[in-house]
C-alpha cells in the first residue's frame, strides 16, 4: 500500500460546544466551515483537513445508527490516508487480517473511504478525497 498523504485528523468528541470552546478560542484555530455539529479548517499547515467530529456522526459514517456499538472500543480520534485506490488497499488490510468496519464506498462529498478501527481503539480510514488532491476546500463544495 503506498499513502500518499494524511487526509484527515479528528478528535472524535461528545461535547461539540466544548471541542469548539477548546480548539477555536483556546487553541485559536479558525474553524471556518462546518455546521452546528461538525466543525472543521483546511487551512492549517501541516494537515490537509483537521474537524471536530461528533462520536454520533462516526457511528452513523461506520455503521448507518448515531449509536456506537457497545461491544467496540470508542474511538478517540479518526486518521484518514490518502491511497490512489481504496479497494485494493482495503483489499491489502483484509489479506492482512484486519476487519473492516465497512468497505470502499463513496460519501456525498466526494470521498470513497474504507474504515476499520485499529488495535488500539483509533478509527482509520483509508481514502480517496478529490478535493484534496485538487487544492480545493470542502467550503468550496458544501
Not at 54 to 73: K, N, V
Not at 81 to 99: C, K, R, S
Amino acid at each position: 500500500m503506498n499513502i500518499e498523504f494524511v487526509a484527515s485528523f479528528s478528535p472524535i468528541v461528545e461535547d461539540v460546544a466544548s471541542a469548539r470552546a477548546f480548539y477555536g478560542d483556546t487553541l485559536g484555530i479558525d474553524l471556518e466551515g462546518g455546521d452546528e455539529d461538525y466543525a472543521f479548517t483546511e487551512r492549517l499547515d501541516g494537515v490537509k483537513h483537521l474537524g471536530l467530529w461528533p462520536l454520533s456522526d462516526a457511528a452513523e459514517a461506520c455503521f448507518g445508527t448515531p449509536t456506537w456499538p457497545a461491544d467496540l472500543p470508542r474511538p478517540q480520534a479518526s486518521i484518514e490516508f490518502e491511497v490512489a485506490d481504496v479497494a485494493t488497499a482495503a483489499e491489502e488490510l483484509l489479506d492482512a487480517g484486519h476487519q473492516l468496519l465497512h468497505g470502499p464506498r463513496t460519501e456525498p462529498w466526494g470521498q470513497t473511504v474504507a474504515r476499520l478501527l485499529s488495535e488500539d481503539g483509533l478509527l482509520v480510514a483509508v481514502c480517496h478525497t478529490p478535493h484534496l488532491r485538487e487544492g480545493r476546500q470542502m467550503t468550496d463544495i458544501t
